[in-house]
């Protein structure tokens, strides 16, 4: 008799339905009442669920039809007619009624109701041998989980918290994975959100719950949870905790090949190398990167070759700052080159790649072929009657051919040495200025008297120069030691002046960038521009000098200007007027009063600048406010 029954239900609850997939939803509403109305009278269980299952059906449809006032009065209906009753059958649709009761009230933004639904359908459906049933209690926690996330995302981590502790190790893998999937987009909301506590307290219970699963499904979603508590903390600035979460996340991924976890290390793997980038860990970033690429260059997988292709980029982009540029330019090339068939993503690489080649070219125009002309004019110059007469310029002193031309040829190797080190501070210009344009990071400038430029004789065939390196200024020398580590400094070069090697300079030579001759004044603004503080450091009013001035007050940049009066080298003017022939320019020295530097209201001399204040600066502003306060000391 009760498989009769069952089946007379069933096959009137079945045709009804069968009207509604067909669109007659007015028919299926009224075959759904007839069901009812024929078993009410029925006190067997399977008459009892057909009629809950039948008022049940009847709302849905009145749902459908847009009318989601009857739709509640007949899921009410069930509710009350049916919700004490004790039978698995009819429980469980009664929870199937206050889940779509629970989704309704919250499409209609009756959420303190909704929410009081969903926890009615797990009270409801608490039968734990039940498998219909627990999954009908989880799949209502986790769509209460949906409705919190979106509006009030604290109560929504309490949801998670308490689905996973109901539900995260059943065992129905089924409702682990309705688990996991809900932890893991509710997470995804929250990070969109930009809801840092309470999307870090979610995955935390991915991690706590789901660390020891060994199947691949399971490792991924806690890589997953991993991975957005570290995007979370790098964004919160929490780099250590977030190298830290990476970490947790390669662990779990190992060696394994099985997709989907292959893509997920190179992506964590790469941002990692990110992280690492831009607290300055260089070496460690590119350690990242290159493993991206070695792993996993021969990939055919779209989506893991863009990581490839954005860890190459970014390989280059840490040899630029360690002052490998040619290298950068190789790795750049090859990407700027590379044959892509990645779409968008993979065009945009290759696109940027070559924007940064163009750039570096650009600012490794160098003039020193013009510098090294000049200085094989300047030792023909110097020595070409000694090569003809025999007779030492210094001395007046006879002296064989044969010595004369091995003294011509250490010249020009300590021109070649010479050159190497203008080079070397050339691309560490070339490297701050890139860190200024790939991260923002402030930059200071110094401006300064080009020493030898008043003790160039102009003859026939151009430019005659000083032979001789030279080492630092004081002031580049207190720049670079006392507040270089924290601001990056860069001067502009002089092409006629060579920095020293053989003088033990190098931790304190300044980079120094090499402009030709046609673009200095125009680079010059663009640095005067961009610097977070320019410091001039002059002691005679050179022409070059007057014009950088100009390109300051044009800019409207006297503010962050500090002008330094320096006291010349008188020596180092002698020897080498007595050395050419030439006498210094008739220039005006430079001085507070000079009318060139009304506007600028921080000028101070040498001697006066508080430069142990200044080594315990963090940013240009504090080296601003400092020497303000020592120029009103000298001026007392």
Request: glycine fraction near 6%.
């Amino acid at each position: 008799m009760a498989d009769d029954t069952l089946t007379s239900v069933r096959s009137a609850i079945d045709e009804a339905v069968r009207l509604g997939q067909q669109g007659r939803l007015t028919e299926a509403i009224a075959a759904f009442d007839e069901a009812a109305r024929r078993f009410s009278g029925d006190p067997s269980p399977e008459a009892r669920t057909g009629v809950a299952a039948a008022v049940l059906n009847k709302g849905l449809a009145h749902h459908a039809l847009g009318d989601p006032r009857s739709a509640m009065e007949a899921l009410d209906e069930v509710v009350e007619r049916f919700g004490a009753d004790e039978h698995p059958w009819v429980r469980g649709e009664v929870a199937i009624a206050l889940q779509n009761k629970a989704v309704l009230l919250a499409t209609a933004g009756r959420l303190d109701e909704a929410v009081a639904a969903f926890d009615q359908v797990v009270a409801h459906a608490r039968d734990e041998d039940d498998p219909a049933l627990r999954w009908r209690s989880a799949q209502a926690l986790a769509d209460k989980v949906d409705v919190l996330c979106d509006q009030r995302p604290t109560a929504a981590a309490q949801a998670v918290r308490e689905l996973v502790s109901r539900f995260g190790d059943d065992r129905d893998r089924s409702i682990v994975d309705l688990t996991q999937e809900t932890v893991t987009r509710c997470g995804t909301t929250l990070a969109e959100q930009g809801r840092t506590e309470d999307l870090v307290s979610v995955f935390g219970e991915s991690i706590r719950v789901w660390s020891g699963f060994e199947d691949v499904t399971s490792r991924y979603r806690v890589a997953v949870a991993h991975y957005n508590r570290a995007v979370a903390f790098r964004d919160g600035g929490r780099t250590e905790e977030a190298l830290a979460e990476f970490d947790g996340a390669l662990a779990l991924l190992r060696e394994d090949d099985e997709p989907p976890l292959p893509a997920m290390v190179a992506r964590i793997l790469f941002n990692k190398g990110v992280v690492l980038y831009d607290i300055d860990r260089v070496e460690d970033a590119v350690a990242c990167f290159t493993a991206v690429r070695q792993r996993f260059a021969e990939s055919d997988d779209q989506q893991i070759a863009g990581w490839v292709a954005r860890s190459s980029f970014n390989v280059a982009r840490a040899q630029v700052r360690l002052g490998v540029l040619e290298e950068a330019l190789t790795t750049w090339r090859s990407l700027a080159q590379a044959d892509i068939t990645g779409g968008a993503p993979m065009d945009q690489v290759a696109a940027a790649a070559q924007e940064e080649v163009d750039w570096i070219e650009a600012m490794r125009l160098r003039p020193g072929h013009v510098r090294s002309n000049a200085f094989e004019r300047s030792l023909a110059a110097l020595y070409g009657t000694w090569l003809d007469t025999g007779i030492d310029p210094e001395s007046g002193e006879q002296v064989s051919r044969e010595v004369a031309e091995e003294y011509i040829a250490v010249q020009r190797r300590l021109l070649h040495e010479y050159d190497e080190v203008n080079e070397a501070a050339h691309d560490a210009a070339v490297a701050v200025l890139w860190d200024f344009r790939d991260r923002g990071r402030p930059f200071g400038l110094l401006l300064r008297n080009f020493d030898l430029e008043s003790y160039v004789a102009e003859g026939g065939e151009g430019r005659l120069l000083a032979l001789g390196g030279q080492g630092p200024s004081t002031v580049e020398t207190h720049l670079m030691r006392r507040l270089a580590p924290r601001l990056p400094l860069l001067g502009v070069s002089n092409p006629e002046h060579l920095l020293d090697r053989q003088l033990g300079f190098e931790a304190d030579i300044m980079p120094r960038l090499e402009i030709a001759g046609e673009e200095w004044l125009d680079r010059v603004t663009d640095l005067v521009t961009h610097a977070a503080l320019v410091v001039v450091a002059a002691h005679h009013l050179t022409p070059g000098l007057h014009a950088e001035l100009e390109v300051i007050r044009a800019q409207l940049r006297e503010k962050e200007t500090v002008v330094v009066l320096t006291v010349p080298d008188s020596g180092l003017s002698d020897s080498i007027g007595a050395w050419f022939g030439v006498q210094q320019d008739a220039l005006p020295r430079l001085s507070r009063h000079s009318p060139e530097l009304a506007g600028f209201p921080l000028v101070i001399t040498e001697a006066a600048i508080p430069w142990d204040v200044i080594e315990g600066v963090a940013d240009a502003a504090q080296v601003l406010q400092a020497v303000s306060r020592a120029v009103f000391e000298e001026r007392r």
